[in-house]
C-alpha cells in the first residue's frame, strides 16, 4: 500500500482574473508591437534624411512599448504570484500506481543471462578447428 500526495493550488474567483488579464495584456502589447513595426514598414521614404528619422522614430517607438511592456509584466506577475491560492495536498492511498493491478517481474531470467554474458567475455573464444594460429599473413604465403 502506497500513499500519493499531490500539492495544487486553488485560485479564487479574483487571480483567475488577474491570471487572464496578465495572460491577455502580454497578447496585446506583442500584436500592439507587431502592428507598429509592420506600419512603419510601409510608408513610403523618399530620401536618405527620411529612412534615417523613420529608423531613429522606429527604435523610439518600440522602446518605450517595451518598457511599457516590463513595467506592466512586473506589477501584473506580482499580483499573479500574490493570488496563486493556497496550497492544498491530496492525499491518496493506493495498493498500486493507478488504480492498475501491480506488475511483476521475475528478475531471475534476466540475472541468468547477465551472467552467462559476462562468463562469455571473461573466457576467450575457441578457435575451430583446423585454422592456423598466428598474426594474419594479408595475402603472402608462408613457408
Not at 38 to 58: D, F, N, Q, R
Not at 61 to 83: E, F, P, Q
Not at 110 to 118: G, S, T
Request: cysteine-free.
Amino acid at each position: 500500500m502506497s500513499i500519493i500526495r499531490t500539492e495544487k493550488r486553488e485560485r479564487t474567483f479574483a487571480g483567475k482574473l488577474i491570471k487572464w488579464t496578465f495572460l491577455g495584456f502580454n497578447l496585446f502589447m506583442t500584436i500592439w508591437i507587431a502592428g507598429g513595426l509592420y506600419t512603419v514598414s510601409k510608408i513610403p521614404m523618399h530620401s536618405a534624411a527620411e529612412k534615417l528619422g523613420a529608423g531613429i522614430g522606429t527604435t523610439i517607438g518600440v522602446t518605450v512599448l517595451l518598457v511599457l511592456w516590463a513595467s506592466g509584466d512586473l506589477i501584473l506577475g506580482i499580483l499573479l504570484l500574490v493570488t496563486r491560492g493556497n496550497k492544498v495536498t491530496i492525499e491518496e492511498s493506493s495498493t498500486s500506481f493507478g488504480g492498475q493491478e501491480p506488475i511483476s517481474v521475475n528478475f531471475s531470467r534476466v540475472d541468468e543471462r547477465i551472467a552467462q554474458l559476462k562468463a562469455e567475455i571473461a573466457s576467450p573464444p575457441t578457435p575451430a578447428l583446423g585454422t592456423a594460429q598466428g598474426p594474419a599473413s594479408f595475402g603472402r604465403r608462408r613457408a
